[in-house]
């Protein structure tokens, strides 16, 4: 088991920066790859950012390449998602989640919703134009 809870989200102008975080507990957190994916209201959930579990490897979305910055520090068992020069479509709640598949090994870094077993509740961000 993994217990993750996000923190951070809030009402923000365009332009604005924010940080998330996700705090992880239980189950070996530093093994497993991490992932931030985001829900806007009407809409699918989406893949936003990954990372391996060493930090050594990350993923993006096209829509927020150069703009959001995923990071982890382990030993605090901890999930960043650093957003900046945010957009009114950055608009979603934004969840983390955790991979327990593939434990250390090198790389990996699932981008599939459903390659993630573990979920948090997810924080709001809303971002007014």
């Known amino acids: 088991q993994v217990q993750l809870v996000e923190s951070g989200g809030r009402l923000v102008q365009a332009g604005d920066s924010l940080r998330l975080s996700c705090a992880a507990s239980g189950r070996t957190f530093s093994g497993c790859a991490m992932g931030w994916f985001r829900q806007a209201p009407g809409k699918e959930r989406e893949f936003v950012a990954g990372i391996s579990w060493s930090g050594g490897t990350t993923y993006y979305a096209d829509s927020v390449k150069g703009r959001f910055t995923i990071s982890r520090e382990n030993a605090k068992s901890t999930l960043y998602l650093q957003m900046s020069s945010l957009k009114p479509e950055d608009t979603a709640a934004y969840s983390c989640?955790?991979?327990?598949?593939?434990?250390?090994?090198?790389?990996?870094?699932?981008?599939?919703?459903?390659?993630?077993?573990?979920w948090g509740q997810g924080t709001q961000v809303t971002v007014s134009s």
């Open positions: 989640a955790a991979s327990i598949r593939n434990l250390y090994q090198s790389g990996y870094t699932p981008r599939n919703e459903y390659d993630y077993q573990y």
